[in-house]
């Protein structure tokens, strides 16, 4: 499903039935209390408490804006393997059982060619100094009858190919000169568009580098003098962009060849573009891989490697269609174009495809994964559209993913949901009139239970409100020991009895430690701008000392 982006817009928060009154009205509105004293009813069961003007919103000293509605799950999901992990029912089963023979002539001719190849390439890297262990940044083009000598590994590939039901492949187009387009790019869908690609172009590839370490494989990627990249380290896709650029100028190198959607996809729809094959400027060529079928779906999604294989080594035999586009150019080459040339790409690929590009990324592969890994079902509804989340808030994959693992551990439901009730215990506290506003903040569905979307969005939607570090910043200098500049727990305990009724002791402690992040039993001014970075919310607890004003929190 293509993703529409929806703008932020001020939604009125609906008053909550537990409602938060100040201790003094006028007109509606509350009366500020500009000396900071206590309240305390005959039961002892008040506490001050700091809400909005209007007893809705408990944000309205940052911004009135809110957070964009939630679209709920989308139903899209670009890397669901469509085909059942075992079974498939009566005719899956008879052809497996009459192809089980013919599997094994299959895994004998799949290893045979691996041999073969493996043996040609490690003759053809021998004594090479530009390999050793694996290739340094910098080195030369690999010589003329080194080249020629790959030749016998990439008829293995084609063999493999083979092995796997690849009898006949369907090709349309052909590969530009490469003086004309030294980039190629590709939808990425199963393993076996890079033992193709090996077959068909010999062309450097950009991968991860803990491809380096595969038997067998990393030895054959290295003949393809790979780029290696770090995805999660700047300075790693920085120095990648480099290499792209340098061997995409000389035309003695191959082609240079990127998956930029950086995972694999089911192929019904194209996730986000990373930019690496863009920046440098160079005219691409896109190439557009399908696989039509019946009944196997040949994607590498939600299915172990090994099941995938053994599927394919039980087909009658497997469908592929290679499409090579018209070449791509960029209007100029610069890096800040990067962007729009991605996207014109991108769409062409689409058009080509016939599919729906969306705002999922790598990232968004990363998140379902780890759902998956802690035993979680409907597994999709964690996925946030990545790209889209990273455009608007700046939030990278590596903070989505550590929000994720405190909002694993609130023990959402079977739909991906946490109600209220178990997201203020992971912070130690009950659910008070002030946590429910807080909640509802960011329940805008008001189903009093959210998903991981809605706590990621609500979370950076309010770290990106401009008055935001400001009052972070206010509230600590507020706080703090003026002697030792630090926060403790009685001092932490002080300054929220000024918003909330405080909870136990034990709570009390699970709360400090929230805010404790190196676990030195004081809260520094690291530890405490960390901590509201990660959970932004909080800063609704300490909106009293911001704008010094106490009110009644009436229970």
């Not at 004998?108 to 530009?130: K, M």
């Not at 696989?291 to 090994?306: E, K, T």
């Not at 909002?407 to 429910?436: I, Q, T, Y």
């Not at 002080?494 to 909330?500: E, W």
Request: contains cysteine; hydrophobic residues 40%; aromatic residues 12%.
């Amino acid at each position: 499903m293509a993703s529409t982006i929806p703008s932020p817009a001020s939604l009125s928060t609906p008053l909550l039935s537990d409602c938060i009154a100040p201790a003094h009205a006028a007109n509606g509105h509350a009366t500020n209390h500009r000396h900071h004293h206590h309240h305390h009813d005959s039961d002892g069961a008040a506490a001050a408490s700091v809400c909005g003007d209007d007893g809705g919103d408990p944000f309205a000293f940052l911004s009135e804006d809110r957070p964009p509605r939630d679209r709920g799950p989308s139903p899209a999901n670009p890397f669901r393997n469509g085909t059942p992990a075992w079974g498939g029912g009566a005719y899956a089963s008879a052809r497996t059982l009459l192809l089980l023979p013919v599997a094994a002539v299959r895994l004998a001719l799949f290893g045979l060619a691996i041999a073969i190849g493996y043996a040609a390439t490690w003759v053809a890297l021998r004594g090479w100094a530009d390999t050793h262990g694996r290739l340094r940044e910098g080195g030369g083009p690999m010589p003329a009858w080194r080249r020629r000598l790959m030749w016998i590994t990439r008829i293995s590939a084609r063999c493999i190919l083979f092995s796997f039901g690849y009898h006949w492949i369907r090709k349309k187009g052909r590969p530009a000169p490469r003086e004309l387009a030294p980039i190629v790019v590709s939808n990425h869908i199963s393993y076996i568009e890079p033992i193709f690609f090996f077959y068909e172009l010999f062309p450097t590839i950009v991968c991860s580098e803990s491809h380096d370490a595969l038997p067998f494989v990393g030895t054959i990627i290295r003949a393809m003098q790979v780029i290696y990249v770090d995805r999660f380290s700047p300075a790693s896709r920085k120095a990648a962009v480099n290499e792209i650029k340098r061997k995409a100028a000389c035309n003695s190198f191959p082609r240079v060849l990127l998956f930029p959607e950086g995972t694999t996809t089911n192929g019904r729809f194209l996730i986000s573009f990373q930019h690496g094959a863009f920046i440098p400027g160079y005219p691409v060529q896109p190439v557009v891989v399908r696989y039509p079928h019946v009944h196997f779906d040949q994607s590498w999604g939600n299915i172990s490697l090994l099941k995938l294989m053994f599927k394919m080594f039980t087909q009658f035999h497997n469908f592929m269609e290679v499409e090579y586009l018209p070449v791509v150019y960029s209007p100029e080459i610069k890096q800040e174009n990067a962007l729009h040339f991605a996207e014109d790409t991108r769409y062409a690929m689409a058009r080509a495809l016939n599919v729906l590009p969306t705002s999922y990324s790598y990232g968004d592969s990363m998140i379902m994964a780890r759902a998956v890994e802690a035993g979680k079902v409907n597994c999709s509804n964690y996925m946030v559209e990545m790209a889209w989340v990273k455009d608007i808030y700046g939030v990278s994959t590596a903070e989505a993913m550590e929000l994720l693992e405190h909002f694993l551990a609130m023990n959402p439901d079977n739909d991906g949901r946490v109600e209220a009730e178990d997201f203020w215990a992971h912070f130690g506290l009950d659910c008070s009139p002030l946590c429910k506003k807080i909640f509802h903040y960011l329940d805008l569905g008001i189903k009093e239970s959210i998903t991981f979307r809605q706590f990621l969005v609500g979370c950076a939607h309010l770290r990106k409100q401009p008055l935001f570090q400001g009052a972070c910043e206010t509230t600590f200098e507020k706080c703090r020991d003026p002697e030792t500049s630090e926060i403790s727990r009685a001092q932490l305990a002080d300054v929220l009895r000024l918003s909330m009724l405080l909870p136990s002791d034990d709570k009390m402690l699970e709360l400090f430690k929230t805010f404790d992040i190196d676990g030195d039993d004081k809260i520094s001014r690291d530890d405490f701008m960390t901590c509201l970075g990660r959970f932004p919310f909080l800063i609704a607890f300490f909106a009293a000392p911001i704008n010094g004003e106490v009110y009644i929190e009436i229970v």
